[in-house]
Every structure is written in structure tokens, then in C-alpha cells.
């Protein structure tokens, strides 16, 4: 057993263990003093800089010097991994998400907020069924049923005129619905829902004034009897009324004759060569006068007047009248 003394010898040069040989061992080799300091001041100089030592003799129950530390960061980052020959690299914080960002908040509607203009409707506008100049028995049924809830304050004619088509926009501006005069699918369907069907008195009634007495010059033959008074003409055959129907007249610059005539020409689809207007079904009875179909008359009523020819505005009527005259047959005009 080796059994040192650490003591020192006294002398100013440094000196040396002394060692005493207990059972015959080999005397330790002396160490010198300052070889000893050397040794300690090199581990402790080790420590001190942070390096990682090696395994030191005698400082085998030492706890382990720590591992030298970053500072810490004001966020925690990740290390992206090495790969290859590649150095690590220190990701980027991670960017918010919908899972750890607070919820944006949602924008309140003001009266800055631009709004998206809406898509112009690509539906095709309902079909129109009826428009001025339009004349049919429908049209007749279109006038029948305006008339039964006030819209059309007259006999139906089955002529599609100013006067019915502002019938239909009175109907529809009632009905809110787009005001346009003419007769579209939506507009008949919104009609028919809201009237019955008109009785054939009320498509065809047979005058819209009464018909007047006749006078006595009608009684005897086949006569045009046509009367200023009742605005009426009645086709009668030995003082029975056959047919009646509206009529109206010249205007005082353009008076319609008055008196006894025949008829001396027929002419189905006459046309004005002093005016260059249609005169359909005409029976000429005095010069230029004669009685006619005036699709003027069937759209706009008395509001005017003829230049001085007998105006109808039923054409069923008159286009039976016209194949039942004959020539000859007389013709009387009075008041």
C-alpha cells in the first residue's frame, strides 16, 4: 500500500513527496510540485471556456459539466433537419392559421359597402299573344273579358286598337304588372284567372246604341236603313231587321249625304285613291260615299270621323253584309 504525504519540504525551490515503502513495493516516482499545479490549472481552464473535456483521471464522480446554451428566443423555432452535407437551418415561426389565429371579424353592412350588381335576367319576356293592329276572335273574347270587370267600356269589335290597348295597361298597372299595351302570355292568363268565359251576347251584342224606328222609306224591299240620330244601321228585308250594327259619319267639313240611294258598285278590298286608306267590304251608294269596314272606327270609336262615307267597325258584320247586298237594293240616310 502507497501511503503519500502531500507536504512540502520547506524549501523555497519547491520540493517533493516523500514516500515510504510499507511492504517492499516500488517506490513511487516523485512527482514534482509544480508539475501538479500545472495539471489543475489546465482542467480548470478547461471548464472554464465551455469546451467538452475529455475523460480526466480523478474526475470520474464529478457531475458532468453542462452543455453551453443559446439565449433564448422570444419564440420558439424549429430546426430543420439535416440532410446531406447541408448546415442546420433554423425555420421561419410558423405563419397564423385558422386553427391558432383568432377568427377575423366579420364585416358589418354599411352604406359604403359597394354591392355586386346582379346578373341581368337571361329569361326570355313572355310572348305576346296580342298587339295593336291585332284582329281575331280572341281579341273580341280579350275586349269581352275587360269589359266584365271595367276595363273596356264598350261592345267588343275584334279589333286591336288604341282604345283597347289602353284598356290592357289600365289592367296591368292595376295588377302591377310590366305596363307595355300589348297582350303577353302572362298578362292573358292573369285575365282569364279573374272572368268567365263571355256569353255570346257579350262577344257579338248587336249594336252598341239601340237601334231607332225605322223609317217608313225602310219598310217595303231590301233596304240599308241607316240612321244619324241612333248612329245605327239596320239591314232589313219587308220591315224586318235582318242584321244592326254601330256606324258613324263625316265630319262637317266632310258630311255624309242624306236621302235615298242605291247601290251601284261593290268593291271586297276597295282602297281610297284620294286618301290611300283601306276601305274594305265598300257598298258605293253616292259618288265617293259608301258603307265600309274602318279599322279607325273598330280602335278608336267616335272619337273621329269619316269623310263622309258610312263607317263599320264590326268586319264580321259587314263582310256578311257585303255577300247579302246586292246592287240596286235601295239605300236611306236620315236623321
Not at 433564448?72 to 391558432?100: L, N
Amino acid at each position: 500500500m502507497v501511503d503519500t504525504d502531500s507536504g512540502w519540504d520547506g524549501r523555497g525551490g519547491g520540493g517533493s513527496r516523500v514516500t515510504r515503502n510499507t511492504g517492499g513495493a516500488r517506490p513511487a516516482e516523485p512527482i514534482p510540485g509544480r508539475r501538479v499545479a500545472a495539471v489543475s490549472l489546465v482542467a480548470l481552464a478547461a471548464l472554464a471556456t465551455g469546451c467538452e473535456p475529455g475523460a480526466a483521471t480523478g474526475a470520474q464522480d464529478a457531475p458532468p459539466p453542462a452543455r453551453p446554451t443559446q439565449a433564448a428566443a422570444p419564440s420558439p423555432a424549429r430546426t430543420a433537419p439535416v440532410t446531406g452535407d447541408a448546415k442546420p437551418r433554423t425555420a421561419p415561426p410558423p405563419s397564423p392559421s385558422a386553427s391558432t389565429a383568432a377568427p377575423a371579424p366579420t364585416p358589418t353592412p354599411d352604406a359604403t359597402t359597394a354591392r355586386p350588381t346582379p346578373e341581368p335576367s337571361t329569361a326570355p319576356p313572355p310572348r305576346v299573344l296580342m298587339r295593336t293592329g291585332s284582329e281575331s276572335d280572341r281579341v273580341r273574347e280579350l275586349q269581352a273579358r275587360l269589359r266584365q270587370i271595367g276595363h273596356f267600356g264598350r261592345n267588343p269589335t275584334g279589333y286591336y286598337g288604341s282604345v283597347t290597348a289602353d284598356s290592357v295597361r289600365s289592367f296591368q298597372a292595376k295588377r302591377s304588372l310590366p305596363v307595355t299595351g300589348s297582350t303577353d302570355e302572362v298578362t292573358w292568363q292573369r285575365l282569364l284567372a279573374m272572368t268567365r268565359v263571355p256569353t255570346a251576347a257579350e262577344l257579338r251584342p248587336p249594336t252598341e246604341r239601340p237601334v231607332a224606328a225605322p223609317d217608313e222609306r225602310c219598310l217595303k224591299g231590301r233596304v240599308l236603313c241607316i240612321s244619324k240620330n241612333s248612329r245605327t244601321l239596320a239591314w232589313m228585308i219587308d220591315g224586318k231587321v235582318v242584321s244592326a250594327m254601330d256606324v258613324r259619319f263625316g265630319s262637317e267639313y266632310t258630311p255624309t249625304r242624306e236621302g235615298v240611294f242605291e247601290v251601284f258598285w261593290k268593291s271586297r278590298d276597295h282602297v281610297s285613291t284620294l286618301y290611300d286608306t283601306p276601305m274594305p267590304y265598300a257598298l258605293f251608294f253616292s259618288g265617293g260615299q259608301a258603307v265600309h269596314y274602318s279599322a279607325d272606327f273598330a280602335a278608336n270609336g267616335y272619337g273621329g270621323a269619316s269623310h263622309g262615307c258610312v263607317n263599320v267597325r264590326d268586319k264580321k258584320k259587314v263582310a256578311a253584309l257585303f255577300d247579302q247586298v246586292r246592287t240596286g237594293d235601295k239605300v236611306v240616310v236620315y236623321w
